[in-house]
């Protein structure tokens, strides 16, 4: 791994409820560099994930390089639909999985970060939800396609608003995309793929907005196919991760723990000249213009 010395910095990472998301993987790495860890975990996971990590579920995958374990200096939930709480419906604050939790929303987790911690130095948005995922695009509703966008690409704007006042001068933010923002990927519908572009196209404008207004950096990492909880409710990803398999340039699909040296490096001081970009990690499949296994190219 790279070697960088993170001791004395401190992470939120946005979107950690289980071991197998990116997110997972971010802070394993960040924290294999002696960053403190606090993540925010959607609220209707927090109790199934508060409970995995407690009776030992996650005791393998914690494991670091240096023999510790990944360690959460603090866990808060947080539902990034919402930025305030005067937005939250009354169906959702009277839900069972809600009604136990406070202080959930953007501005209020960034309040409480500040309180209990006083500042932060990175910031990750590994987060997307479509409720109509599975629908192609032209069968999506209106409300469907907004609520993808608001979920997985605003998101990342409202954290950053919030966050970026307690993040130290030379702190960076970072997102995670994929590349059906670019080309067309069938069955990645709901109006994800609009969601992904657009959360690219913020990324570059919130790179110059937030890196004048704070001098911080913000990037994203296109990650290619992997099989993490959120990416099952696709329906199709072990034929994606097959797809990947066969016609990447390295004939295989990424590791999750490709991804979080990739985030530690751009979140680190050894990309401090770096702001404004979309970095592949998908063992180069985006570079592809034909697929290797099709019939037409078969001999």
């Excluded at 995995?52 to 995958?61: C, H, P, V, Y």
């Excluded at 929303?105 to 599975?134: M, R, Y």
């Excluded at 629908?135 to 469907?144: A, I, N, Q």
């Amino acid at each position: 791994m790279l070697t960088v010395d993170l001791r004395g910095k401190r992470a939120f990472i946005a979107g950690v409820g289980d071991d197998k998301g990116f997110g997972w993987a971010i802070a394993k790495a960040l924290a294999s560099a002696g960053c403190d860890i606090l993540v925010g975990t959607w609220p209707p996971m927090m109790t199934i994930f508060t409970g995995a990590l407690s009776n030992g579920k996650f005791d393998e995958s914690k494991k670091l390089p240096d023999g510790t374990s990944l360690a959460f200096k603090k866990i808060y939930p947080l539902d990034a639909l919402y930025d305030t709480p005067q937005e939250v419906p009354l169906e959702i604050r009277e839900n069972k999985r809600y009604k136990e939790l406070s202080g959930y929303t953007i501005s209020e987790v960034a309040a409480s970060v500040k309180a209990d911690f006083g500042s932060i130095d990175f910031l990750v948005h590994s987060l997307a939800n479509a409720p109509e995922i599975q629908k192609p695009l032209l069968e999506t509703s209106r409300s469907g396609y907004l609520a993808a966008v608001s979920a997985s690409a605003y998101s990342f704007t409202s954290l950053i608003k919030h966050f970026a006042p307690i993040m130290s001068p030379t702190g960076a933010a970072l997102t995670l995309s994929f590349h059906a923002s670019q080309a067309v990927i069938p069955g990645y519908g709901g109006g994800m793929s609009s969601a992904k572009a657009a959360l690219e196209s913020d990324t570059r404008t919130l790179a110059y907005e937030a890196g004048r207004a704070f001098g911080i950096r913000v990037n994203c990492i296109s990650a290619g196919a992997w099989g993490s909880r959120a990416a099952r409710a696709i329906g199709f990803i072990d034929t994606m991760i097959d797809y990947s398999t066969k016609n990447s340039p390295l004939g295989r699909p990424i590791r999750a723990e490709e991804v979080g040296k990739s985030a530690l490096f751009l979140l680190s001081e050894s990309a401090s000249g770096m702001t404004g970009n979309v970095v592949y990690v998908d063992c180069g499949l985006h570079t592809m213009g034909v697929a290797l296994d099709s019939a037409s190219f078969a001999s």
